[in-house]
């Protein structure tokens, strides 16, 4: 006679899934759908392979936890909170309550201090604000962790009030509730508050360090990150990509490659949120060599290629005169929107590339990406180039008419530019006095090169007369106009020029590039 299947012979199907990395929840839900086992061993597999996939996989923990009651079995003090951390990942605010109902339904709560915790981190994550503070009133003695949830929470959103008064509140206070406070100011953008903070912890960590750097930075206060950044005791990647990133916005870019190079050094290797910093350092530089160089970097050290990494390239690339490897890179943008479009917009403009700039234009607008103001300057300096004056002016028209975008000083400089190299001088001379922001350098000194070009001497010494009392020390515009006399052989008129500006000059030291220091470094 053959042996009979042995009712428990399921269960070996769901232990062989639960030793795997990533337990196939339908084969569990077979397993335990055919299985007789006792409902304590039913329910302790359950919370096994709900443990196991509530951060990985969390609609499938979810799957699990739905099918406890067709076993049947309920769930228990181990299972809901992690149960609690799926929904909240998923962001699913009444199955969450369906979970609360269920907890106090089982007596669960409000003794069961890791179900009490994990409904406050639930309703804190969901933003349910106001069930938060209700669920940890609720806790009779509350720990550091039931408040650090909302605390957090609060912390995230800036929202200074509620994350003093818990801060207060706290029985105990751990290293996460200090940070919290420093991060609820950063995000408030009250850096005095988060120093102070930081100044009071009876401990930090690299989280402490990293989090005011990064406030600093992003409101521009680079020198008082970098005074933070050195006393440092052990920096993370999070601190120096800060740094990065700070000193390449605030148009430091030497600063930026040079303690990129201490980086290097440090033999810590930067991610993609890093390279983006460098990148666009590099971009300021305006060197093709170092251009080419960082577009290597970034593949030999593999760095994730987002949007942000892309967009990067695409200006770096527009901007040091690398067209190929700037429409390469665009290419890969999957859906780009109009950040990258602008750069590589402005970057063909600005190297000559006037029409190819104008199809790229137009095929963002068979994209329906709206464009921005520094589109438009992108627009015009291609019009510009291309010698496209009466389309230009088109696009002048329609920036305002059609897309409500308020000319500004460098729209002026761009069209002014546009009409001088037309040699339609008098029309640049008069936008440039009804310019409603008053007279601008950009646009002066446009229109002080298209006199030059077409020997207007009348219109350049008035020109350049405005220029000498906004750019006292700009000598490009004392040359210009030198040039302008010499021309017209008005020796005398150029020579007093020439002396004004040498009152005006002042000694600058040649510099050397950042490749050329990476060479002599390594010679």
Request: proline share 7%; charged share 20%.
């Amino acid at each position: 006679m053959a042996a009979q299947p042995s009712r428990m012979a399921p269960l070996d199907g769901v232990a062989r899934a639960l030793a795997s990395d990533h337990p196939p929840p339908a084969a569990l839900h077979a397993h335990l759908l055919r299985s007789e086992a006792a409902p304590t061993l039913v329910r302790s597999l359950l919370n096994s392979a709900i443990i196991r996939l509530s951060k990985p996989r969390p609609r499938a923990a979810l799957g699990l936890l739905l099918l406890m009651p067709r076993l049947p079995v309920s769930p228990d003090h181990f299972t809901l909170p992690f149960a609690l951390n799926a929904a909240a990942s998923l962001r699913l605010l009444p199955l969450g309550a369906s979970l609360h109902a269920i907890a106090v339904r089982l007596g669960l709560l409000p003794l069961r201090l890791p179900v009490a915790n994990a409904l406050v981190d639930f309703y804190a994550k969901c933003e349910d604000y106001r069930a938060a503070h209700a669920a940890l009133a609720d806790i009779p003695a509350p720990d550091a962790v039931s408040f650090n949830s909302l605390l957090c929470a609060h912390a995230r959103n800036g929202s200074v009030p509620p994350a003093e008064y818990l801060f207060t509140a706290m029985p105990s206070r751990t290293q996460v509730s200090w940070n919290a406070m420093v991060v609820v100011h950063v995000s408030a953008g009250d850096l005095a508050s988060a120093r102070r903070v930081f100044d009071e912890m009876p401990t930090r960590d690299t989280a402490s360090w990293s989090v005011l750097i990064v406030g600093y930075c992003k409101r521009g206060l680079v020198q008082s990150a970098r005074e933070l950044f050195d006393k440092m005791p052990a920096k993370n990647l999070v601190a120096w990509t800060a740094m990065i990133n700070g000193y390449a916005q605030t148009g430091r870019p030497k600063v930026a490659l040079a303690l990129f190079r201490e980086l290097e050094a440090a033999e810590i290797e930067p991610d993609a949120a890093t390279m983006v910093g460098v990148i666009s350092a590099a971009s300021q530089m305006g060197s093709t060599e170092l251009a080419v160089w960082v577009g290597a970097y970034v593949d030999r050290k593999k760095i994730e290629r987002n949007e942000k990494v892309l967009t990067a390239l695409v200006d770096m690339h527009a901007k040091c005169g690398n067209v190929e490897q700037a429409l390469s890179a665009f290419r890969e943008i999957a859906q780009p929107d109009a950040y990258p479009y602008t750069a590589l917009i402005s970057g063909l403009a600005t190297h000559g590339h006037g029409n190819l700039a104008l199809q790229v234009f137009e095929r963002m607008q068979a994209q329906a990406i709206w464009p921005d103001p520094i589109t438009f300057v992108g627009v015009l300096t291609a019009c510009s180039h291309a010698g496209l004056v009466d389309k230009g002016l088109e696009y002048w028209e329609a920036m305002v008419q059609d897309y409500g975008i308020e000319r500004r000083a460098d729209h002026y400089a761009c069209v002014v530019d546009m009409l001088g190299r037309a040699g339609r001088i008098e029309e640049a001379f008069e936008m440039v006095q009804t310019m409603p922001m008053g007279p601008h350098p950009g646009a002066l000194g446009a229109l002080l090169s298209a006199c030059k070009t077409y020997d207007n001497v009348e219109i350049a010494e008035i020109v350049a007369n405005k220029l000498f009392e906004l750019e006292p020390r700009n000598t490009g515009n004392y040359i210009l106009l030198s040039n302008i006399y010499a021309g017209k052989e008005l020796w005398e008129e150029a020579e007093r020029v020439r002396s004004l500006m040498k009152t005006k000059l002042p000694f600058k030291k040649p510099g050397s590039t950042w490749v050329e220091d990476r060479h002599r470094e390594h010679a």
